[in-house]
């Protein structure tokens, strides 16, 4: 018999796994010699009747795993200079890997450090609010994600996203990202993922540079030719030819966007969107969503979205478990994202809860107003919170009244450098208070207990997605400059973990056919 494929299997809460072989071997009428799980989901609109959903692969014959195997490109086809990958988030570290695959050895840029480099730095900032802007929650090894929840869902529906998944199973991330309906790695395992990355570079000929920062491009008849990389630890600048740069940036490379700006690389404003983080007790959110059930499951999570103000509201990167993490990467400002590890188990959840804004919340017509626009925030946020780096916070409940919190409740802030009590009016724009106001009471309706009086919100989360992008053509070269390759996040192409690392892959893929042309 050849492959069955056993779609809606339900299993009730607390059921062992195993009882998915015997159901499947029923359907097989024989014994399975491959099973695989190959879709698993929770089903909890019915609270009293909470049940996971499989799908599930078996056959009667063994089925032999087969391995990737990369077509090398002949030599006399591939670039006579490096290929520079700068940034190593989820976009780069992709970019490259596939890149190695095929045969062509990157060199790796990175302004920040390496993950161990990062948590001593994030450590020290934590304890003693001394910032180091290049080593931090946004800079370094693996990217802003690498201190998130890992989250791997995603709205794009790139064939790429398979391989995305297969890649960080490849580099030890849990095997079971490749089934689940909302995958996630976690901030812990995440990290070892992007060392194994790391390494593999290495040991398969290519380069990686870390406190590496690009400083400038040098462009010789609309092509670029060389790049300018100072060492930061040497405060030292060299020259470095290239056939192609790869910009894989990330949205907080703010310097970067001017330098490119200078040169006369044509980028435009984006829309994005600003807000706070909300937190509530983790229990709480467990109960809404599945009733007293809630201990026996993962810890839960939630998805909203408001169209109660002429502002869409929604939430975004909930972190089940998590913690609200210190992510600003300038002095004399404040930025806040989430982060769980993969057991998820801390005491709150929190979430970002954002507005929509859009160019005509801008001041001016360059293409950096954004970055302009989310700065005004973050020192807003900053003085607000002391100027020390504490982060403003407001309870839910005087939020709503437009009243200065006095004391917390049941549901303790998780930022870990300090809070200082605040009206959030003095750092975020009318309209966009106005808008969560709302989306609050209205998301109540359908998660009830999200506008619990004595839930936190802190202040600002300004870096959900790049105010920025970087125009490229369908070859995805950028307009004004040949050999240029915006890519990921930052260059705005992609929304997340996941979006970035497939066009990571999918700039490879057009640098494949830019060296065989």
Known sequence: MSLLTISDIKLPVGRDEKELLAIAEKRLGGRAKYFAIRKKSLDARDKGNIRYVYTVECSKTPIEKKERVFER?????????????????????????RLLDHGILPVVVERGGKVEERERAIDHFTATRLLNPNVNVQFGEGGAGTFSDGKLNTQTHSALNREVLELFVRFGAPQEILWLAKPHIGSDKLKTVVKNMREYILAQGGKVLFNTLLEDIKIQNGQVKEALLRDLNADTVAS??????????????????????????????????????????????GMAQYGKAYTQLPAADYKLVSHASERATFTFCMCPGGYVMPATSEAGGVVTNGMSNYARDGRNANSALIAQVTRADFAGDSPLAGIEFQRRLERAA???????YAAPVQLIGDFLKDKESSRFGEVLPTYAVGTSFADLRTVLP????????????????????????????????????????IEREEDLQSVSVKGLYPCGEGAGYAGGITSAAADGLRVATALFAAFMA
């Open 430 to 469: 009318a309209p966009v208070v106005e808008a969560l106001k709302l989306s609050i009471i209205d998301m109540d309706k359908r998660l009830k207990g999200f506008a619990s009086p004595d839930g936190i919100l802190t202040a600002v989360e300004s870096r959900t997605s790049s105010p920025v992008r």
């Open 382 to 388: 900053y003085f607000a919170g002391g100027s020390n």
């Open 73 to 97: 490109l002949p030599d006399y086809k591939k670039p006579s200079e490096p290929v520079l990958v700068v940034g190593s988030g989820p976009a780069g570290l992709f970019c490259a890997i």
């Open 240 to 285: 470095f030819p290239v056939s192609a740069i790869v910009l894989a940036i990330g949205h907080s490379a703010r310097d970067t966007f001017e330098m490119l700006d200078k040169k006369g690389v044509l980028m435009r404003q984006k829309d994005f969107a600003v807000g706070v983080r909300i937190e509530h007790l983790q229990s709480s959110i």
